[in-house]
Structure formats: C-alpha cells, structure tokens
C-alpha cells in the first residue's frame, strides 16, 4: 500500500472523466492502492479533474468506512423524505415474512441517483414501546424489483453527480447489522463530511501542482489532509470528534480564503468551475455548525462550565 502523501505530491494527474462512470472506474483503480478509505478518498479527490467527482470519491468511501462489507459498484444512502431526515420523518415501512424483507415508501433525494447500483435504505420498522420510530437500514438493488428511481433536475453546483426520487413498492431487502440511526444514519453525517473533505484536499492539492501554487499552500493542504487523517471515526459521535472536526474545517476555510488570489493561475475553466462548485461546501454547513454548538454543550456540561 502507497504513502498517501507520497501520491499527492508525486502522482501524474489524470486526465479528465466524461462521466459518473469513468470517474468511478477511475477511482476504484487508484483506491485499491490505499489501505484506508479515507487514504482512497484522498486520492480519488486527486485524480478527479473536478470537485463533483472528488466527491463522488468521498461519499463512496465514507460508506465503505461505516459499511465495510458492502458490494461492489457505487451506492447511495437514501434517508431523506417528504418531511426530512430526521428519525421521526422516516415513514418508509420494513415488512418481513418467511424470513424475506420488503421496503415501501419514497426517498427524495438520494444522492447519486441512477448512477448507484445499490441503495443503502433508512426503513421503519415500527415503534418503540415509548414510541419512537425504529429504524433499520437494509440494503436494495436500484434496478431491482419494486424500485423505481427519477433523476431530479441537475443541481446549480456539482451537476455531474446526478440526485434522485426513488420509490420502493414491495422492494425485497436485505437488513444489515445495528440499528439504523445509531449505527447508521447519525454517524454517516460526520463520516461523510470527513472522507469528503479529505478528497476536496486531494482535488486541491491537484490543482495546485498543476497551477505552480508556491510550495508553503502545497504543506498546507498537506498538513490539512494529516489533520483530517488524524479525527478519530471510531466515535464519530463523540463531542470531541465534532469540536476537532469543526477546527478541521475552518483552517480548510481558510486555506479556500489564502488561495484566492492564486486562482488566476490554474486558467479560466478551473477557475470558474471552481467557482459554480463551492457552494457545495455549504450544504452540510448549518447542520455541522449545529453539530459543533451541541458538542460544545455537552463538553462544557460535562466539565462543570
């Protein structure tokens, strides 16, 4: 297995994908390189020639960090519903008989959409005795039976990752381990944020080498994907692990803000590319910030202050 270092500052860019599919095979090539997922998600940041498939590389592999025995192919995780992500907005129903399960309900919006061979699924199973909703995550086959996934209109940024509605009818299922918030939902979002902002280290990192950016920006980026390497995933839900991360991000905004006025050297469709796709960087923004604040809460609730 590589040094991930070592490939970010000696590896020959790769050229440009022309679509979901290149971009993944493309990825699976340079991930089977790294040991770690988030090593692979730094890489395939740095082999993408744009920030959708850098990220493309970082949701990838922040499932195969929480899921590790998942299939080969691309997949997506679909929570999201008419009335939210929260828990409590959960309404589509996991049903077994025989010892066969079946899903019912509509997400809408999965992220990846046609593109994803396989559906990382957030059901209800029912209630508890206090009722809250129980949730379990099953796995499905996008082209399987009962499943009908809608591709929604391309986002203002990113547009190459397709998102979509996917309706399951009688869907069969497979349950995996764990419960489905616990285990699942709640930990993926900081999973994700982390192998997602590792590979838009990586895709930087590229662009900055390409570009001749001085050597000081090219440690920086370094040293910010070996603080990103160092949050501790084994309890992505820990306070600490929040707070860290929350650091992690803003010396990454602050790379962003110091890099501006190198742009100009990285040539006019980098650039403006650059700029359609930053505001992929705020989706997850206000609930991260919620995130830190809570953590925060429970340090200083837990030290007395």
């Known amino acids: 297995m590589e040094c991930v270092f070592d490939f970010l ?42 920030i959708g498939y850098a990220f493309l590389s970082g949701y990838q592999e922040a499932l195969r960090a929480l899921l590790p025995a998942l299939p080969e192919g691309p997949g997506a995780l679909a929570a999201t519903e008419e009335g939210g992500g929260h828990p409590a907005a959960i309404r589509t129903a996991l049903t077994g008989a025989d010892g066969a399960w079946t899903v019912s309900g509509t997400k809408t919006f999965a992220t990846l959409g046609s593109a994803a061979r396989w559906l990382v699924v957030i059901a209800s199973a029912g209630a508890t005795p206090e009722g809250r909703n129980r949730l379990r995550a099953v796995l499905v086959a996008s082209a399987g039976p009962g499943v009908t996934v809608t591709d929604r209109p391309p986002l203002p940024f990113a547009p190459e990752i397709p998102h979509a509605t996917v309706v399951f009818d009688g869907a069969p299922a497979t349950v995996l381990p764990g ?8 930990p993926f979002r900081t999973v994700e944020d982390v192998h997602v902002l590792g590979a838009a280290l990586g895709w930087l990192v590229r662009v900055g080498r390409g570009s001749g950016w001085p050597a000081p920006m090219i440690e920086r980026l370094l040293a910010a994907v070996a603080s990103v390497r160092g949050i501790d995933l084994t309890h992505a839900s820990a306070p600490g ?16 803000a110091d ?5 100009e050297l990285a040539g006019t469709e980098i650039t403006a590319r650059w700029a359609r796709d930053r505001p992929l960087f705020e989706v997850a923004g206000r609930v991260r910030a919620q995130r830190l604040a809570t953590a925060w809460r429970a340090v200083d609730s837990a030290v007395g202050n």
């Open 259 to 263: 890099s501006e006025p190198l742009w």
């Open 179 to 186: 419960d489905g918030y616990a285990d699942v939902l709640k």
């Open 9 to 50: 500052l000696t590896e020959p860019p790769a050229p440009a994908a022309d679509s979901v599919a290149a971009a993944w095979a493309r990825h699976r090539a340079v991930a089977a390189r790294f040991a770690t997922p988030l090593d692979a998600a730094v890489a395939g940041g740095y082999s993408a020639d744009r």
């Open 241 to 256: 692990t929040h707070i860290a991360l929350g650091g992690v991000y803003a010396e990454f905004g602050r790379i962003v």
